[in-house]
């Protein structure tokens, strides 16, 4: 990666080794709209996920990260190629997190893309299901009512 590349980021940063050094093949960018990883050495892989595609975000610090000021972030998003994926051993985790965090909401306003949990609950009056408000479940399905009461 150029130098001029790594201007385009918001953030960059290289997976770092238990001492919190950057000494590794893995690195990590995040973009206006993307959020980026390359591995490998030999053979390089470089993976891409929209940001309005992550669904959620979790820190993780162990003690010995801690030492180092160093820490992990677990991404979960929707992205078939990369679904669940770990940013590791990152320098300013909390701050990143922040970051990576408020450019998601941002690509959601943007692309007004909402998460099926920002939905809500279903009505089911609407969704034709069994109306729930009559405690009487049985008779609501298939027309089918209970005799065994």
């Known amino acids: 990666?150029?130098?001029?590349?790594?201007?385009?980021?918001?953030?960059?940063?290289?997976?770092?080794?238990?001492?919190?050094?950057?000494?590794?093949?893995?690195?990590?960018?995040?973009?206006?709209?993307?959020?980026?990883?390359?591995?490998?050495?030999?053979?390089?892989?470089?993976?891409?996920?929209?940001?309005?595609?992550?669904?959620?975000?979790k820190l993780t610090q162990t003690l010995g990260q801690k030492m180092f000021g160093v820490g992990s972030i677990k991404v979960?998003?929707?992205?078939?190629?990369?679904?669940?994926?770990?940013?590791?051993?990152?320098?300013?985790?909390r701050q990143v997190k922040e970051l990576l965090s408020s450019t998601i909401e941002k690509q959601r306003d943007a692309k007004r893309v909402y998460n099926r949990e920002m939905l809500g609950g279903h009505d089911s009056d609407t969704c034709g299901g069994p109306d729930f408000h009559d405690n009487d479940f049985d008779d609501d399905i298939d027309g089918v009512e209970d005799t065994n009461n």
């Open 1 to 57: 990666m150029t130098k001029s590349e790594k201007n385009n980021y918001l953030w960059y940063d290289r997976k770092r080794t238990f001492l919190g050094l950057p000494l590794s093949f893995t690195k990590y960018g995040l973009s206006e709209d993307r959020f980026f990883v390359e591995k490998g050495f030999f053979t390089t892989t470089f993976d891409e996920v929209r940001l309005y595609r992550i669904l959620d975000l």
């Open 76 to 93: 979960y998003s929707s992205d078939r190629a990369q679904g669940e994926f770990e940013i590791l051993n990152i320098k300013k985790p």
